[in-house]
């Protein structure tokens, strides 16, 4: 008879530590569930065998450990697609580990081999999958580990690995349409502020240099284009920088500023509160959000994992604080028997088309089914809001560079023509 160490959840959703005597994992499980708790991992205490080490096997195992070194993160459509490739040797019977190593040998250098070297390495040494996984957040997250756990306990990795592998590539599919959606206007844009900074920096000046010749007036609105055409260039006395660095840099330190103050809380759910109410946009964050969060948590729940942990885990993967505040706040009305529906619907987070199935879901029983029905419902409303956004950029980048060119073009054209009114009036005069 071995011993099992195990994690489990009380009925009160307070994680529980222990050990138990069994023969077998199932076994451990079936006892553990006796006692009134859900496990969530469960692994036989090894036995630490004395003895000499061989050297060459061991410099081999410090060798190989590691697999190199990279920088940054796995991508997505590498762990999409590992997720889906694991899944399928899984359900065709081969051995955890000999899938691993399959896998792990098909990757190119970079962090996810390294990744999948360290995480065989662990499981070849007696760890479970997700015990493993959770070593190297890199590349697998809270919510990954955690499904995988409750695939493991339940006897369906498999299963959970099909799950996991339509969850991600649905979430990357709803992140491609958005980003592709924004190509376009961030393309126009970027050639627009070009062509602009050429016109001031190379053409305005030459229009400056006939005016004096001419020693034509210029009306307020030239005298503006040209004083900017001088800071463009940084021909304004005693100025050090030419403004088109100030242009150029303004896009990245906006970004950096926006990224410092995400980072304290209050700038945080500041912004997070901003984006929700911002015309248009606001609403395609909202549908966004929601889409991610139910989806998250109708997967978690239909992989077993326990409604509070699964309330938890998707609370800290919203991407939004609002939304994250509106989750506790359900987290602690199921923690003292209350319902889902009702913390949701004050909050006024959410449609009362979202709460009105998810307290069917509650009472039904199918809450699962009913968050992922709401999911793909928003994900077809976010591609029709995403189509209706790009619809309406173009005309109103049209209005705005338009809008812009005919600036310049006035402000050039206007003291053309008084200059030429000034020709004419001079030739009439010489003609008397």
């Known amino acids: 008879m071995a011993t099992f160490t195990y994690e489990a959840l009380n009925a009160s959703g307070k994680p529980q530590k222990g050990t138990v005597d069994a023969k077998t994992s199932e076994e451990a499980i079936q006892r553990i569930k006796a006692q009134g708790f859900y496990p969530t991992q469960v692994r036989e205490q090894k036995v630490k065998k004395t003895g000499a080490i061989d050297p060459a096997s061991s410099a081999a195992a410090k060798k190989k450990k590691g697999g190199g070194f990279a920088i940054g993160r796995a991508s997505a459509k590498q762990l999409t697609l590992f997720t889906r490739q694991l899944s399928t040797l899984q359900d065709a019977g081969l051995p955890l580990l000999r899938s691993l190593q399959i896998l792990e040998s098909q ?163 500041a912004t997070d509160w901003m984006m929700l109410k911002i015309p248009i946009f606001g609403t395609l964050v909202k549908k966004t959000v929601i889409a991610r969060f139910t989806r998250t948590l109708g997967t978690l729940i239909a992989a077993g994992v326990p409604i509070l942990e699964a309330i938890t885990i998707t609370k800290e993967t919203s991407g939004n604080w609002v939304f994250e505040k509106a989750l506790g706040k359900v987290h602690d009305s199921i923690r003292e028997g209350e319902s889902f529906a009702g913390p949701l619907r004050e909050s006024k987070t959410c449609d009362s088309i979202v709460v009105n199935m998810i307290d069917v879901g509650e009472e039904t029983g199918e809450m699962d089914t009913m968050l992922l029905k709401i999911a793909d419902n928003y994900d077809e409303e976010v591609n029709v809001a995403v189509a209706s956004l790009v619809s309406l950029l173009e005309p109103l980048m049209v209005v705005v560079l338009g809008g812009m060119v005919g600036t310049i073009v006035v402000a050039m054209f206007l003291p053309l023509v008084a200059m030429i009114e000034s020709l004419q009036g001079g030739a009439s005069s010489g003609d008397v």
């Open 107 to 269: 990757q190119k250098p970079g962090v996810m081999k390294n990744t999948l070297i360290g995480v065989c390495e662990e499981v070849e040494g007696g760890a479970s999958l997700s015990e493993a996984m959770a070593k190297h957040p890199k590349a697998f997250d809270k919510l990954y580990t955690k499904m995988v756990a409750a695939g493991e306990v339940g006897g369906v990795l498999d299963v959970i690995l099909q799950r996991l592998a339509e969850f991600m590539e649905k979430s990357e599919k709803l992140k491609r349409k958005i980003r592709g959606a924004m190509v376009y206007p961030a393309a126009v844009i970027i050639v627009a502020v070009a062509i602009l900074t050429f016109i001031m920096l190379f053409i305005i000046p030459k229009f400056e240099e006939i005016f004096t010749d001419f020693g034509v007036a210029l009306p307020g609105l030239t005298v503006w284009l040209m004083n900017t055409s001088r800071w463009m260039a940084g021909a304004v006395p005693g100025q050090a920088v030419p403004g088109f660095v100030f242009v150029i840099a303004f896009p990245f330190v906006a970004f950096a500023m926006w990224k410092l103050i995400r980072k304290a809380g209050p700038g945080r759910a």
